[in-house]
């Protein structure tokens, strides 16, 4: 059984900043990537930004130069650090995981709960 836990969304004013954190647990092999996505009523999920387990990231042109996707040395845990944060920021963020699990080793992708980042004055 695979898990992921976010934690960190919330209230905030325009121009402040969040971070978000997810952590994957259960019978994993090693990850292949994580990253965070992101959905707003009545639009479909969107790439926020993503990280490989080589290091290697990649972001949204809408978040460039704000946020920054960074794991902790184990590499099962993914931060999002949301900086300069703007209304249109306002989402429900949502965690992904290409993991290997243990049984097979063949790789899932998994999604967390979701987190609600509300980016208002």
């Known amino acids: 059984q695979v898990q992921l836990v976010e934690s960190g969304g919330g209230l905030v004013q325009p121009g402040g900043s969040l971070r978000l954190s997810c952590v994957a647990s259960?019978?994993?092999?090693?990850?292949?990537?994580m990253g965070w996505y992101r959905q707003t009523p009545g639009n479909q999920r969107e790439l926020v930004a993503g990280i490989t387990s080589a290091g290697s990231t990649s972001y949204a042109d809408s978040v460039k130069g704000r946020f920054t996707i960074s794991r902790d040395s184990a590499g099962n845990t993914v931060y999002l650090q949301m900086n300069s944060l703007k209304a249109e920021d306002t989402a429900v963020y949502y965690c992904n995981a290409w993991l290997r699990i243990e049984a097979t080793k063949l790789s899932y992708s998994y999604w967390g709960q979701g987190t609600q980042v509300t980016v208002s004055s």
């Open positions: 259960g019978s994993i092999f090693s990850v292949v990537a």
